[in-house]
Structure formats: C-alpha cells, structure tokens
C-alpha cells in the first residue's frame, strides 16, 4: 500500500485480509483499511491484530492502527485523592454484562464535544451479536438502580479492547475503567486498550505505546484467542474497589 492510499476490503475477502499495520497512513493516524464488513470472523481477525473499525455515519467502513497506542498496563490507573474520597462516599455498585444493549446506545448518545457519533446502527447491531457470543462486554455503573455510567469493548485472551464509554453523574466511567483496572492487578486481564491518545486517559495514567510493541504484545495475551469469561455474577460495590 503506498503512503496515500489504503487498501479496499470486499464483504468477500476473507476475514484475516487485512494488510500489515506498518502500512497504516501516518495522516489521518492509522487509516489501514476500507470497505469489507463487521462479521465476528472479522472482527475477531482485526482485533487480533491491533486493528479497530471507526467510521462516521455516511462513510465507508474505515479500519484503523494508530500509532502509538493508548494503553493501561496494570497498576497505570491513577486514583486521585478526590475520586478516592468521592468513592467512599457513592452508593454506586458495578454490574458486568446485565444491560448490553443500554451501554452500547448510551454510548452512541450525543456528547457536548461532539457532533453525531460513530456507534453507527451497524457498530450496534455487529457489537450485540458479538455480545451473544461471549465476545463484547458492558462494565455497568449503578445508583439507586439507575444506570448512570460505563464501558463497553471486546475481550479476548488478556486484553480488554475498550471501546467506548459515557457517564451521566460525575466520575461514573471512572469507576468502571477502575474495575477493569482491578481486574488486571488480579492478572485476569493484561492490558487495557484505549485505542487513541487522549489528555484525559493520560491524566488518569494511561500511557502511549508504539504501535509494534502493541502488537507484539498481542500475539502473547490473545494466544489462545478465547474470550474472557471469569466475569464476577454479583454487583461490587464500588467502594470494594479501592485498595486496602
């Protein structure tokens, strides 16, 4: 692939098509890929490989390999000193995989610093099937029954691929990146993929990693490709998040 173009994908390529990520274009930041389509084969062969799809509604299916990467490696999570007291001070209980399809739309929702979303109906509808499949998960927030905040994304192996999150109270998506921080230091999960860089996750104290030692990484933590399971049944309540 030259340094302007990318290479278009047909729905009948076979999944694992995808060209080398060191071929991703430098602007537009990881552009790898165009076309194809949002099958499990293929996803599950893109995230293998370090690779996300990301598009706006109107565009073509895009598929992206930024570099660097935005990452958490355990024991990276930054619990201030406010947010550990705002902590002991909320109701707030985490619940895993109880209301999918919830997250996901929350997600979609409008933002105040942004325009439309990219959690198109296509993202949402290949995202709940993978969900049935065991292969997408929803980190949950709960007050006082209401769902006020969390994350989805894709585990296999040892990483949590994120996605995306939202929070309607204060702090609510910290509090689920902090449950999958713990879920790291317990060594269930290795690495927490943010995709791209961002001010916010590096105040929280992600860390930006090049983009072949992230993908190095991965033939080591998705080797066996199998999805992440050992999720807890019962709501933690957040306060048992933090540390003795």
């Not at 729905?11 to 099958?39: C, K, Y």
């Not at 909320?90 to 990219?118: K, L, M």
């Not at 006020?148 to 949590?160: D, H, I, N, S, T």
Request: include cysteine; hydrophobic fraction near 40%; aromatic fraction near 8%.
């Amino acid at each position: 692939m030259s340094r302007n173009r990318v290479t278009w994908l047909s729905a009948d390529d076979p999944p694992n098509s995808f060209p080398p990520v060191s071929s991703a274009l430098r602007e537009p930041d990881g552009l790898l890929a165009a076309g194809g389509d949002l099958s499990p084969d293929r996803l599950l062969a893109a995230y293998r490989q370090g690779i996300f799809p990301w598009s706006d509604d109107g565009e073509p299916l895009l598929w992206w390999s930024p570099d660097p990467r935005c990452v958490f490696l355990p024991g990276d999570f930054t619990v201030s000193r406010r947010l550990r007291r705002d902590i002991r001070q909320s109701t707030a209980e985490i619940r895993v995989n109880t209301a999918f399809t919830d997250v996901i739309r929350a997600c979609a929702g409008p933002r105040r610093s942004e325009q439309g979303t990219w959690i198109t109906a296509e993202i949402d509808a290949a995202y709940r099937q993978m969900h049935t499949m065991g292969w997408t998960h929803s980190i949950e927030v709960w007050q006082d029954d209401e769902l006020c905040g969390g994350m989805y994304g894709l585990a296999m192996g040892k990483v949590f691929f994120g996605e995306s999150m939202f929070s309607t109270r204060p702090n609510m998506s910290k509090l689920a990146m902090l449950f999958v921080a713990n879920r790291m230091l317990a060594g269930d999960l290795a690495i927490l993929d943010c995709q791209v860089v961002s001010s916010h996750l590096l105040s929280l104290g992600a860390r930006t990693q090049p983009r072949a030692e992230f993908r190095a990484l991965l033939d080591q933590l998705c080797n066996p490709a199998d999805p992440v399971r050992n999720w807890p049944d019962s709501p933690i309540h957040c306060k048992d998040l933090l540390p003795d």
